[in-house]
C-alpha cells in the first residue's frame, strides 16, 4: 500500500488571517515536492494527510525538505471504532520491539465517545496486558500516538522534523547574488527557509555562457531547486566591466564590483518581480564585508540588501551547507571565484568616492552592456529541466513584487 503520513505545521498556524493562505501555499508545496509519485494531499482538522507511491524513504526525504512542515509521521490509518484503534496500537507497540512506553491521544472530532485520557488509559491497559510492555509516563522508550479525526483514526509511534520555516513563496523574491562558493548558497537556503523565492545572480568572466553553465553554479542550483522548487538563475558576463574598470585603483576593486553586482541585481529586479537584494556576506569575515564596506555596498540603493548570513560563523555556515549538501559543490574548482582578487583591499571604503567611480566610469550605462550578453536558465526539478535563452530575447515583462506572484 503507498505510504501514508500525517503531516503538521507549526508557525503556519500562527498566521492569523493570513492563515489560509500559508496553508493553501505548504498544500501546493508538498504536492510539488512529492511530484511523480502521485500525491494526494488533503487538508484534515489541522493537519495534511498525505499518500504518495514510491518507497516511504523517498517521500520521507522530500517532506524533510519541505518548508512550513513542523513534522510529520507514516502512519497507519485505521477505522474509528475502539477495536480497529486497539489493533493498531497492539501493531504498533509490537513493531516498536520497546519496553516502556506510552500512548498519546488526541482528538480533533470532540464528539467522540471517550474523552482523549479515557482512551488513553484504555489503550495503554491493553498494550501492557498484550505484550507485556511497561508504562512509563515521563520517560518512555516509546511513544504511540493516536490522532482521531473525523473520518478515521491514525497511529503512529515514528516523528520526524521537518524542515520548519515558513511555505516557499509566501514571501516575495529577491535577487540573490550567487558566487559558486560556501556562503551563498546558504543564504538562499535561509532565505527560502523563511518563504522567498530566490533569483540566482551570477557573474562569471569564462570565455562562454557554456562554461558558466556547466561551472558548479548550475549544480547548487539544482541542488537548492529540492528544496525550493522552480528555480531561475541569470548568468551575466562581466569582462567588459574588467576592461572598462581597469584603471580604478586596485583597493578598490572589490567594493567597486560588488556596487556594480548590486546595480545589475537592482536593474533586474522589476522585471522578476523582485522586492529585495541579498547576498551571501557575513560580518567581517572578509575585507569587502566590514561594517563600512556593507555600508558603501548599500549606499543609495533602492530596494533592501538583506543578508541572512550577516551573524554566522564560517563553522556555522559550513555545517548548514553540509546539511543542504551544496558544501561538496561549493568546494569544487571554480576559476571564476578569484577573478576579483585584491592583495590589500580597503576595510574602510567611502560611499561617496564609490559613488564618484560609478560616475566617472559610467557605470550605470555598463549594466545594460552586460546585461545584453546574460543568459536565463530556468530549471524545473519536476523532470529535470533545464532550459536557456539569451535574457534579451526572453526577460520578463515588469511583474508585481509581493508573494501573489508565487501563490
Ligand atoms: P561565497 O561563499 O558566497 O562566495 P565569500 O565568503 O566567498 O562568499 P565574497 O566572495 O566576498 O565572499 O562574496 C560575498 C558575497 O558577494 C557572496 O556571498 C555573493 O552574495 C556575492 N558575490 C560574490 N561574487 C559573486 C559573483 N561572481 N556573482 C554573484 N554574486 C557574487
Ligand atoms: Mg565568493
Redesign the pocket.
Known sequence: MAPEYVVHYSEVALKGKNRPEFVRALRRNIARSLSGLAPVVELRDGRFVVSASGTAQDAAARLGKTFGVAWFSEVAPVGLDYDGIRRGVLDAARASKGRTFKVETRRSDKGYPLTSRELAVRLGAAVQEETGMKVDLTDPEVVIRVDVTRSNAFVYSNKTPGPGGLPVGTAGRVM??????????V?AWLLMKRGCVPVY????LAPTPRNALESKVTKQVKALSAYGGKSTLVL?P?AEYQLATADAPGDLE?SLF?RF?RMTAEALAPPFGAAAI?????LS??A??TLWNLASFDHGSTLPILRP?LAYDKDEIISLARRISTYDL?IEEYK??C??ITRHPRTRVKSALLDDYVRRLELQDLVQEVLRGATLVSYNPVGDVLRCADLADSMPTTRATGPEADL
Open positions: 540573490h547574488l550567487f558566487s559558486g562558493g560556501i556562503d551563498s548558497p543564504a545572480l551570477h557573474f562569471y551575466v562581466f572589490p560588488r553586482m541579498s547576498t551571501g556576506d557575513s569575515q572578509a569587502s564585508q548570513l561549493s571564476d571565484c577573478a576579483i
